[in-house]
């Protein structure tokens, strides 16, 4: 069973930096892309970032590219999202998420972490 967990929430100012992890566990972590996603009350949840199973390509929501940066570290098995130039619209619950398999979509989900941007 893949179990994600995710770690980092928190309350920052507009302008400010947070870095959110997601340890992964029940299979082999380097086999497999990541994602990122976020939502808020009364809204679908939306994609924020992706990583392929190397690290060595990733793509971002246009709200936050150029601003959020999302790696991996395959012998901790975790992904993170570094979050620079927060600004209040990214305040919202944010998932981290796997495929079930090498080429599907995401099936597996963490249970989430808020991420609150103050003006």
């Known amino acids: 069973q893949v179990q994600l967990v995710e770690s980092g929430r928190g309350l920052v100012q507009a302008g400010g930096s947070l870095r959110l992890s997601c340890a992964s566990s029940g299979r082999t972590f380097s086999s497999y892309g990541m994602g990122w996603f976020r939502q808020t009350p009364g809204k679908e949840r939306e994609f924020v970032a992706g990583i392929d199973w190397s690290g060595d390509r990733t793509h971002y929501a246009d709200s936050v590219k150029g601003r959020f940066t999302i790696s991996r570290d395959n012998a901790k098995n975790t992904v993170y999202l570094e979050m620079n130039e927060l600004k209040p619209e990214d305040t919202a619950v944010y998932f981290c998420?796997?495929?079930?398999?090498?080429?599907?979509?995401?099936?597996?989900w963490g249970q989430g972490t808020q991420v609150t941007v103050s003006s």
């Open positions: 998420a796997a495929p079930r398999t090498r080429l599907g979509g995401y099936e597996y």
